[in-house]
T-cell receptor, first 112, second 115 residues
Framework: GDSVTQMEGPVTLSEEAFLTINCTYT??????LFWYVQYPGEGLQLLLK?????DKGSNKGFEATYRKETTSFHLEKGSVQVSDSAVYFCALGTNTGNQFYFGTGTSLTVIP | NAGVTQTPKFQVLKTGQSMTLQCAQDMNHEYMSWYRQDPGMGLRLIHY???????DQGEVPNGYNVSRSTTEDFPLRLLSAAPSQTSVYFC??????????????FGPGTRLTVL
């Protein structure tokens, strides 16, 4: 079945460090891929998305490229800030079902 | 637009009690869903609806009921609360789910504790 596997956390980085959070997927149809972010005490909100292979989603300095050959959608940011501390979820939606599939989430803490 | 609203924000129940978690959206979205979030398990889908009058089960439906009488509202009912239902509950909506491309909009969550 459809599923998403993302990198275990927690991740702790110093400010201005480079961030990568790995995400791989399994899907039977043609999935769209998403990264959501959850700040403390809040609901999830969309960070970026890509709806077809080779698309790059980007927002707030974060980027992720939809790689069909490696079934991956890794999240990257060149220089993290303290305000990026949050939990990040990789997610998948397909045209063959009626539900989204979320990864388990990766907690990121950025220290000054 | 208020987006997706949920009430209450916090709730404490005793085992065996019933209650309804409210969810409403003002974006005219067809698709609505309920998730629970537990440490180390991410988000798990409880129930979803693709339109008024249509609901279906997700991954963890046992102990929960839903109905969708209007496009705007999608309440989640706990029939007889158990400690295993202690969790944070999120309601989400999107314009549709037919292509899987639409952004899901989440409410702020309800933190439920069952004693």
């Amino acid at each position: 079945g459809d599923s998403v596997t993302q990198m275990e956390g927690p991740v702790t980085l110093s400010e201005e460090a480079f961030l990568t959070i790995n995400c791989t997927y399994t899907a039977t149809g043609y999935p769209s891929l998403f990264w959501y972010v959850q700040y403390p005490g809040e609901g999830l909100q969309l960070l970026l998305k890509a709806t077809k292979a080779d698309d790059k989603g980007s927002n707030k300095g974060f980027e992720a490229t939809y790689r069909k050959e490696t079934t991956s959608f890794h999240l990257e940011k060149g220089s993290v800030q303290v305000s990026d501390s949050a939990v990040y979820f990789c997610a998948l939606g397909t045209n063959t079902g009626n539900q989204f599939y979320f990864g388990t989430g990766t907690s990121l803490t950025v220290i000054p | 637009n208020a987006g997706v609203t949920q009430t209450p924000k916090f709730q404490v129940l005793k085992t065996g009690q019933s209650m309804t978690l409210q969810c409403a959206q003002d974006m005219n979205h067809e698709y609505m869903s309920w998730y629970r979030q537990d440490p180390g398990m991410g988000l798990r889908l409880i129930h979803y609806s693709v339109g008024a009058g249509i609901t279906d089960q997700g991954e963890v439906p046992n102990g929960y009921n839903v109905s969708r009488s209007t496009t705007e509202d999608f309440p989640l009912r706990l029939l007889s609360a158990a400690p295993s239902q202690t969790s944070v509950y999120f309601c989400a909506s999107s314009y549709s789910m037919t292509q899987g491309t639409d952004t899901q909009y989440f409410g702020p969550g309800t933190r439920l504790t069952v004693l």
